[in-house]
């Protein structure tokens, strides 16, 4: 079926990753430097975990701790929620709307190979509006 637009069409490659072991600091220095507000961590050779600038604000900020004293394990977001490159924009929108997330690691047999973000979605078609307004417009608050 023609008109299918792929994850890989709409992805941003390399991707901007840190370590478990660096610190926040560090990490924050990078997000800065690349104007990017996510960094993917890396164990050895495996994504294990993304740093966003809201875990930054809720883990480190707002608590007040030494971003130079923390390391980017302590407060990333784990488990990963990944998707292959040849999937549609659509099956990614739908992944970020069920998982309330606006970034999305693009792995290829195990390799971290791109990432997609709600805005590379947006720009991926009008027809994908509706889905990601509708994730845009949720609370990011916990179920009961």
Same mark, same amino acid.
């Given at each position: #079926?023609?008109?299918?637009?792929?994850?890989? %069409?709409?992805? /941003? *490659?390399?991707?901007?990753?840190?370590?478990?072991?660096?610190?926040?600091? %560090?990490?924050?220095?990078?997000?800065? $430097?690349?104007?990017?507000?996510?960094? &993917? @961590? #890396?164990?050895?050779? +495996?994504?294990?975990?993304?740093?966003?600038?809201?875990?930054?604000? +809720? $883990? &480190?900020?707002?608590?007040?701790? %030494?971003?130079?004293?923390?390391?980017?394990? !302590? =407060?990333? /977001?784990?488990?990963?929620?990944?998707?292959?490159?040849?999937?549609? &924009?659509?099956?990614?929108? #739908?992944? #970020? *709307? +069920?998982?309330?997330?606006? $970034?999305?690691? &693009?792995?290829? !047999?195990?390799?971290? =190979?791109?990432? @997609?973000? *709600?805005?590379?979605?947006? +720009? /991926?078609?009008?027809?994908?509006?509706?889905?990601?307004? %509708?994730?845009?417009?949720? $609370?990011? =608050?916990?179920?009961?």
């Amino acid at each position: #079926m023609s008109g299918i637009i792929l994850v890989r %069409d709409v992805m /941003s *490659s390399p991707v901007r990753t840190t370590k478990v072991g660096d610190s926040v600091k %560090d990490a924050v220095r990078k997000m800065n $430097k690349f104007r990017i507000g996510c960094l &993917v @961590v #890396m164990q050895g050779a +495996r994504s294990v975990g993304i740093l966003t600038e809201r875990d930054i604000m +809720r $883990k &480190v900020v707002e608590p007040c701790i %030494d971003p130079s004293l923390i390391n980017v394990s !302590d =407060v990333m /977001s784990t488990p990963i929620t990944t998707i292959d490159p040849v999937a549609s &924009v659509e099956d990614a929108a #739908m992944i #970020m *709307s +069920r998982e309330r997330i606006k $970034k999305l690691p &693009v792995v290829e !047999d195990g390799r971290l =190979v791109g990432i @997609v973000t *709600s805005t590379d979605l947006v +720009r /991926s078609g009008p027809e994908l509006v509706s889905a990601l307004t %509708d994730l845009l417009s949720k $609370k990011y =608050v916990s179920s009961p």
